[in-house]
């Protein structure tokens, strides 16, 4: 009977120990994925004036005045 407790008791450790590694990765994870965050320049938002979505102003497309998420849509409107 001892021997079965003991058992479970070395198990029990054993995943605590993996689980707690896991934890601390998911962690470290978390934290470099906020640093990099915040290492990258806020950039300015605009929306394309054929459907309405936003998208980071170097990604848009700029035709008569007027800010647009492909060609497709500045062609379109």
Do not use: N
């Not at 198990?11 to 994870?29: D, H, N, Q, Y």
């Amino acid at each position: 009977m001892i021997k079965y407790l003991v058992l479970i008791a070395v198990i029990a450790v054993i995943l605590w120990m993996v689980t707690g590694k896991a934890r601390a990765a998911a962690r470290r994870e978390r934290a470099q994925a906020e640093r990099d965050a915040a290492e990258r320049p806020i950039e300015d938002m605009v929306r394309c004036a054929h459907c309405g979505v936003f998208l980071p102003r170097a990604e848009s497309v700029e035709a008569r005045g007027a800010r647009f998420c492909s060609r497709e849509h500045e062609r379109l409107h």
